[in-house]
Each structure stands twice: as C-alpha cells, then as structure tokens.
C-alpha cells in the first residue's frame, strides 16, 4: 500500500502544472457557471452580495455618489474612505482631518463636493475632484449629528447638532447664513425640495419644518413617540421619511397644502436598543421603496405602496446604521458596527 501510494505522489508531482491564467480561466469558469445556475442578476455588481472590509471602527454613515459609480462611507475611526461600485469593490481614496467620529455624509446634487458632520463640532466640505478640503464650517458648540446638502439654487448645507442649534451655511461664505435655535437637541435634518425650508428631529419626538424666510417654526408633525434618529426627503420631494426610536417608520406629507394630518403611511419590522444609536433612513430613486438602519443586525426594505416588509437581509454582526439605495440600480448599501460595508443585489 505504501509503495503503490508513494507512486501514485511522483506521478503526481510529475505533470505539468497548469498555467496560472488557465487556473484562473477555469475557477472563473466554475464560478460563472454556479451564477448561472443560480437566481438571475440584476445588477452589474461582480456577485449579488459584496463585502468591504478596511474601516477600524464602527460605521456610523455610507451613501452612494450620485454616478453611481462609486461610494463613501465613515464612523468612528474619524476617516472618510471612497469604494467602488463595481468589479473588486476596492478602496481607492481616503479623506481625513476630522478629530472625533463622522457622524453624516452628504453629496451635493452634482457629486463635486461631499459634506462630512462630526462630533468635533465641525462641518468639513470636500473637493472631490482633489481630494482637498475646501471648508470647515465652525459654529456648533457640541456634537454635529447631522448634515444635509440642498438640491438645487445656491450652494446650501444644513447641519444639527447636540448644540440645540440649525445653522444653514454658504459654500461661498465663511460665516452662518442663519442659525435656528430648537429647545432641545436635534439629531437629524435636511432640506425641502426648494430650499426653502429645513426639516429637523430630534429627541422631542416632533418633526418641525423651518422656513428660513421668517426664521420660525412654519408647522410641527407629531406621531413618533420617541427620539428622530433620521430623515430623509423623497426623490420628488413631495415627502419626508422618518426612522426613529419608537420602532417605526413613518412618511410624511410635506406639499404646501396637504392636509392636517401628514402622516401618510407607517413602516414596522426593525427595532432600535439601549445603543440608542442614529439609525438613518432613505428612499431608492424611484421613490418605491424605503429601507432603515435597526439594532437587530437586519437591513430591512418596504415597499412604499402595501407596505410591506420586502426585505430583511441577513450579514452584519452589528447594529445596521444605515442603508442608502444605489441612483441607478437595485442594490442596496449598508454599513455597521461591525466594521462591515456590504452592497446586496435585490429584485
């Protein structure tokens, strides 16, 4: 037995070793095969589920630029890293200067500027096409939360923070366009579709919407029972989407003459918990659907119209932050306190 297993090593040993390009042909030969026999793609990412590893502490925020072609996320080990979409999903670029933990991340409407919140008490403003910073917005006295871009008209950005305070600034200005003082502090903003007006939540539970005319609370929007932890403005800007600590998700009516109760429609399935983390919310492009960060390590999707949960995707080891949908494709982005950044393909 041992002779005949000694022969068979040698003969073994004495082939040819294939050509690593052959190797390679052939694993991906057996690769494409399994995807075929699989469920169809529906996207042009290289697998149906992507995982990105690098960051060295937990994710707090990821959004996708709006080409699509490429991603930003942040957390609490202070760097801002850029990945792309697709083949590999690998890290290309890094931002940094902010001292203590990026809390948000916002685009402007053309993709050349990112905006970055964090608890330094800053607003930094990036050039992307030098990788430079070109503003750091000082107004806040704590934490900043939040930080929202506007889409349209002159270069705005709204932040929020521990502070109690709005404040709206200018690119092209040092100081504050305006500064709106709440009784308590607000933990997430944004714009409406024109600009005229700024969206916030906070721990009071209360949704306000500001109008930056008068520098006053234009209406309040009551129904959550615990604090805002996120919000976000629908694609045609008709509606505002909230995820906050009482479980639920809720959609707003922000047009100008809707009626009393703006409260349209309420979302339930994910779960927040003692972390008492800012779990963030968001719509996918076409406004069908919207999807929310929860404590229960789930990115959880609903359609807009039955409401129904038509996702709970399985993977992180983490309190899920935050999922943002992809400007073009179904794929859905999410990040972690796992470390973990993973883009899923969905129907």
């Known amino acids: 037995m041992d002779m005949k297993r000694k022969a068979d090593q040698m003969i073994v040993a004495l082939q040819p070793k294939k050509p690593r390009s052959e190797l390679v042909a052939a694993r ?47 957390g609490m080990d202070r760097m801002i890293l850029f990945w792309k979409v697709y083949g590999e999903c690998e890290n290309f670029g890094m931002l940094t200067g902010h001292t203590n933990a990026i809390t948000e991340l916002c685009f402007n409407a053309d993709g050349s500027v990112l905006y ?3 608890a330094d008490r800053t607003v930094m403003c990036w050039d992307l096409s030098t990788g430079q910073r070109i503003k750091k917005f000082k107004g806040h006295s704590s934490f900043v939360n939040s930080v929202s871009s506007a889409r349209r008209g002159p270069p705005l950005v709204t932040s929020a923070g521990d502070d109690c305070s709005i404040v709206v600034w200018d690119l092209r200005r040092r100081r504050p366009v305006t500064t709106l003082t709440n009784p308590y502090q607000v933990t997430s903003v944004t714009f409406n579709d024109t600009a005229e007006q700024v969206i916030s939540g906070g721990i009071e539970n209360d949704i306000k919407v500001w109008d930056l005319r008068k520098n006053a609370t234009l209406y309040r929007m009551k129904g959550h029972n615990d604090s805002v932890t996120g919000l976000s403005l629908s ?4 509606y505002v989407l909230s995820n906050a600590m009482d479980n639920t998700l809720r959609i707003w009516d922000v047009r100008p003459f809707a009626p009393q109760e ?18 963030r919310c968001s719509w996918s492009c076409d406004g069908r659907r919207v999807g929310a960060g929860s404590s229960d390590r789930h ?8 409401r129904a949960l038509l996702y709970k995707l399985p993977g992180h080891n983490g309190t899920v932050n935050e999922v943002a949908f992809h400007p073009r494709e179904p794929i859905v982005l999410s990040v972690s306190n796992d ?9």
């Open 299 to 306: 990115v959880h999707v609903w359609d807009t119209t039955s």
């Open 28 to 74: 991906e030969g057996v690769q494409n095969s399994v995807v075929a026999n699989g469920p169809p793609r529906t996207s042009a990412l290289a697998a149906p589920i992507m995982q990105l590893t690098g960051h060295q502490g937990d994710i707090l925020c990821g959004r996708f630029h709006p080409d699509g072609e490429c991603l930003a996320t942040a």
């Open 262 to 279: 703006r409260c349209v429609k309420i979302f339930q399935g994910h779960q927040h918990n003692f972390e008492q983390s800012l779990l």
């Open 116 to 118: 970055s919140a964090s």
């Open 339 to 347: 470390k973990q950044v993973y883009l899923g393909e969905i129907e």
């Open 235 to 238: 694609p045609d800007g008709s």
